[in-house]
C-alpha cells in the first residue's frame, strides 16, 4: 500500500490510500484528519502503512463511517492499542460479527479483521455526527458546522453513480440522506473516493434529484413488463465492468434490483 498525507486546507489533511489492485478497478480511498480527530482508517490489506500514519499524526481519536472494509480495515488494530473511536452501534456490531465478504472484495481491499478489544469513546465535539443510511445502513457523515465540512466517506461519490449492492444499498434512504446532508449547507465534501468536493450543498442535491429520477424511470419502465437487463439496457447502456467483477453484487443490475426490492 502506498500512503501519502496532503493538506487540503489548514487543519485538514488528506490520508490517500492506494494499492495496485485497486488501481486495477480504478479505485483508491482516502482518510481524513479533521483537525485531531481521524475520519476512518482505511483498507486492511498492509494497514502497517496506516499504523505508522496514525503512530505520526497523533489523533486523539477516530470516528469510523461504516464498517465496509475500505473504510473500517484498521479499525480493529487500532481498537487493540486502545485509540479512542466512535461509530454506530450497527459498524460496532458488523465488525465483531466480521460478515463474509466475496472474493474480489477480498483481493482489492483485504478482509478486515475482527474487533475484539472494547472500545475507548471520546468526545468528538465540535464535530457532529450525522446519519446518513442508504449506502449501508450504519454508515455516518461527520460535519464540522464551524468550518461548514463535511467528512461524507460514500454518501456522494458523484453525481450519476449508476451501481449499486442489491442487498445492502437503499436507494430511497440514499436520497433521504442526501437531502438531509445538503440542508447543512456544507462548501466542501470530503469525499473517501473522489477526494475534496467543491459546491457541496448543490453537488448533494444534484445527485439526489438524479437519483430520484432514475428510480422513477425504473418503475416506469418495470411496470410496462421490462426486465432487469432491459431497463440496465435502456437506463444505462448495459452492464459495468465493475459490475461484471463483482459477479454483479455492485452493479447497474443491483442498482435496479435495490430499487424493485423496495
Not at 500500500?1 to 490520508?15: A, C, D, Q, Y
Not at 481524513?32 to 482505511?42: A, E, P, S
Not at 481519536?61 to 450497527?90: C, F, K, Q, Y
Not at 466480521?98 to 471520546?122: D, E, S
Amino acid at each position: 500500500m502506498r500512503l501519502s498525507i496532503t493538506e487540503v486546507e489548514p487543519g485538514v489533511k488528506r490520508l490517500r490510500m492506494r494499492s495496485w489492485r485497486g488501481a486495477l478497478v480504478g479505485y483508491d480511498v482516502s482518510a481524513y484528519l479533521l483537525g485531531d480527530v481521524l475520519v476512518d482508517t482505511g483498507f486492511p490489506r498492509d494497514g502497517r502503512t496506516l499504523l505508522e500514519a496514525v503512530e505520526a499524526v497523533r489523533p486523539r481519536g477516530v470516528i469510523l463511517t461504516h464498517w465496509h472494509e475500505d473504510h473500517a480495515g484498521s479499525a480493529p488494530a487500532l481498537a487493540a492499542r486502545g485509540v479512542p473511536m466512535v461509530m454506530h452501534a450497527g459498524c460496532e456490531a458488523l465488525l465483531r460479527e466480521r460478515p463474509a465478504i466475496r472474493f474480489y472484495r477480498r483481493q482489492v481491499w483485504g478482509h478486515t479483521a475482527p474487533l475484539r478489544a472494547p472500545l475507548v469513546g471520546f468526545d468528538i465535539a465540535p464535530l457532529v455526527l450525522v446519519e446518513t443510511p442508504g449506502h449501508s445502513a450504519d454508515h455516518l457523515v461527520v460535519w464540522d458546522a464551524e468550518r461548514r465540512i463535511l467528512a461524507s466517506a460514500d454518501l456522494f461519490l458523484g453525481v450519476k453513480v449508476r451501481i449499486a449492492h442489491e442487498e445492502e444499498e437503499s436507494p430511497r434512504a440514499l436520497v433521504a440522506s442526501l437531502r438531509r446532508a445538503a440542508a447543512l449547507e456544507p462548501r466542501l465534501l470530503l469525499d473517501a473516493h473522489r477526494g475534496p468536493v467543491p459546491d457541496a450543498a448543490a453537488q448533494l442535491r444534484a445527485k439526489a434529484d438524479w437519483n430520484e429520477e432514475q428510480i422513477g424511470e425504473i418503475e416506469r419502465l418495470a411496470a410496462t413488463g421490462a426486465s432487469e437487463r432491459e431497463i440496465v439496457k435502456r437506463l444505462f447502456g448495459g452492464e459495468s465492468l465493475v459490475g461484471w467483477v463483482s459477479g454483479l453484487e455492485y452493479s447497474r443490475r443491483g442498482f435496479v434490483r435495490a430499487v424493485l426490492r423496495e
